[in-house]
């Protein structure tokens, strides 16, 4: 490393000093805690962000956000050039720079990896990072810390890209380096004109009947309700009332995706006067998507739709559009490829929702649990969907099959203009548009769901009886050591300590429709344990029996 980037870092990193008996973590979400402490966290991740520039020659992008987290809170998260989330390679770096005592430890970890690395850090290599922070107040001066970080790498430009939802950063950062269009509005364009495509492609004898054409938006007072304002004025056929928009109210309070899910209530400002309406709530980021309706006379109770119904709807979805483009009469098309569509889920996936799925002829796989793990297992797949039931997912087309189904599209729109199969492929390639293929987002989602519905002619009430959910309970439990805890088969068999797996499946047993999995926590001593049967007190006795077989294995009183 150069004297001069020495100096830059020693100087730049000497104003954001960390903060003293905190200790932060690179996961899934980031870098997340109180606002207050994070400024020398969001300066060191714009040096990570600028590295990895370096490193990839790709554009990254540098998101500040703490999704549903209250209002308090903040964090910062790096998207890699492919749009997804940074590598897992490089969590144990983000660490040791986010908790590097001072300057110069911080210079030392950067000297010795880039030198692992082999990143050039000589002024001569450009890094470009997008930058972007939700409505958050604390969001402002982060970003200013974060500009400061990237700065203080010889060579880094950062591109302020203002406020937006996390779904949209990553995104841009994807299309950025694919060299296609990439502002907020190209965003905008694609899903409502790939939206439209798909309106008009619904068959006449499916015209919606069934279903009420009203959809109220719960927008978790976040930005992905101000988003959505912008959005709807550029979408005809869709009545949205959007409410919990962010001009008054406080984020994620009382309100949101990560809210209703858990609680199962309505969110604020909605009521009895939304009975038997479609309803729909996204989360303070705007990266998940939950719908559900008001249940009359239910003090505010109500039935919630899921990520495992609205994977389903959209893996029914897509499988029919390959089954009508699978049953084409030109041979030459038929038979030249068949395209494999697989559906991701972890273990926490309701057993109703993977029966089903599998009943409905689709193949199933299971990832350990983490967004990460279903995006890479969905990757593998032509078609790959992966939802989580917090309403986290999306679908991923690979580069071969969009090609495939382009030469398709021309193909049969010389041949067979307007019939069943170019009508399919046409839907399947605007479906690729409209869906976010960078990471989950709740805006394009939704999208996708109502004109699924309206393709389908069903209202969400028919949607939701698909299937119906197993009475389920988690439970944690609090162990010496979580680390002896071995598992296998995406975390559904332990494979150590030795006799455990055997007691767990003695117990399920005994109970019809009966699942139980344990897995060790990835932050605290506890194991959790999910359990599964077919009512409500069967489900409560499974966890409680299981719990019980961890506390004799792991528990504090099991050394004794």
């Not at 082999?118 to 470009?128: C, F, M, W, Y």
Request: glycine share 8%; net charge negative.
């Amino acid at each position: 490393m150069k004297e001069q980037q020495r100096a830059i870092l020693l100087e730049s990193s000497s104003r954001f000093p960390p903060p003293q008996g905190a200790k932060l973590s690179y996961g899934t979400s980031g870098f997340r805690a109180d606002a207050s402490i994070l400024q020398s966290t969001v300066f060191r991740v714009g040096i990570l962000a600028a590295l990895r520039s370096l490193k990839t020659q790709g554009v990254t992008g540098l998101m500040i956000t703490a999704s549903h987290n209250e209002v308090s809170d903040n964090g910062v998260k790096i998207a890699d050039p492919s749009g997804g989330m940074l590598t897992q390679e490089w969590e144990p770096f983000a660490n040791s720079l986010a908790n590097a005592p001072d300057p110069q430890h911080l210079v030392e970890l950067v000297v010795e990896f880039v030198k692992k690395e082999n990143i050039q850090l000589n002024g001569a290599g450009k890094a470009e990072i997008l930058l972007a922070r939700d409505t958050r107040p604390s969001g402002e001066s982060l970003l200013e810390a974060a500009k400061q970080g990237i700065s203080s790498i010889i060579g880094a430009v950062a591109i302020d890209m203002g406020v937006l939802t996390t779904p949209q950063l990553h995104w841009m950062v994807r299309a950025t380096n694919k060299n296609t269009k990439a502002s907020e509005l190209d965003y905008f364009d694609q899903l409502s004109s790939s939206f439209r495509c798909l309106i008009d492609l619904i068959p006449q004898r499916n015209a919606s009947d069934n279903m009420s054409d009203k959809l109220i938006v719960d927008g978790a007072n976040g930005v992905g309700g101000e988003k959505l304002v912008v959005l709807k004025k550029m979408l005809n056929g869709l009545d949205i009332e959007i409410r919990n928009s962010g001009k008054e109210g406080i984020l994620n309070d009382g309100v949101g995706a990560d809210y209703v899910q858990k609680e199962k209530v309505v969110p604020c400002g909605f009521g009895p006067a939304d009975v038997g309406t479609r309803c729909a709530s996204l989360d303070g980021d705007a990266d998940r998507l939950i719908y559900f309706t008001v249940q009359s006379n239910s003090n505010n109770k109500i039935s919630l739709v899921d990520g495992d119904k609205i994977l389903s709807l959209f893996a029914l979805f897509v499988n029919e559009q390959l089954h009508i483009l699978n049953e084409a009469k030109d041979e030459k098309i038929s038979n030249s490829y068949r395209a494999r569509i697989g559906v991701v889920q972890t273990a926490y996936a309701n057993g109703a929702s993977t029966d089903y799925l599998k009943q409905s002829g689709l193949e199933v796989v299971f990832t350990p649990t983490g967004v990460k793990y279903l995006h890479e297992k969905a990757a593998e797949f032509d078609i790959g969907i992966y939802f989580e039931a917090n309403g986290h997912g999306t679908i991923l087309f690979s580069e071969h099959f969009i090609g495939w189904l382009d030469g398709v599209v021309h193909e049969l729109a010389s041949i067979s203009k307007g019939s069943e199969q170019h009508k399919a492929a046409l839907r399947l390639l605007a479906v690729s548009k409209l869906i976010n293929q960078a990471v989950g987002d709740a805006m394009s989602g939704l999208l996708l769901v109502e004109v699924i519905l309206r393709h389908m002619g069903w209202s969400v009430h028919r949607w939701n009886e698909l299937y119906h959910d197993l009475p389920s309970r988690q439970l944690k439990v609090k162990v010496v050591d979580r680390t002896v805890v071995t598992t296998a088969n995406a975390e559904t068999v332990v494979v150590k300590p030795l006799g455990i797996q055997e007691a767990i499946n003695a117990e399920t047993a005994k109970y019809e429709r009966g699942r139980c999995f344990i897995r060790p926590s990835g932050t605290e001593d506890v194991i959790r344990v999910y359990a599964e049967a077919s009512t409500e007190e069967a489900s409560d006795k499974l966890a409680n029996s299981v719990a019980i077989i961890v506390d004799q294995f792991l528990g504090f009183n099991s050394r004794s």
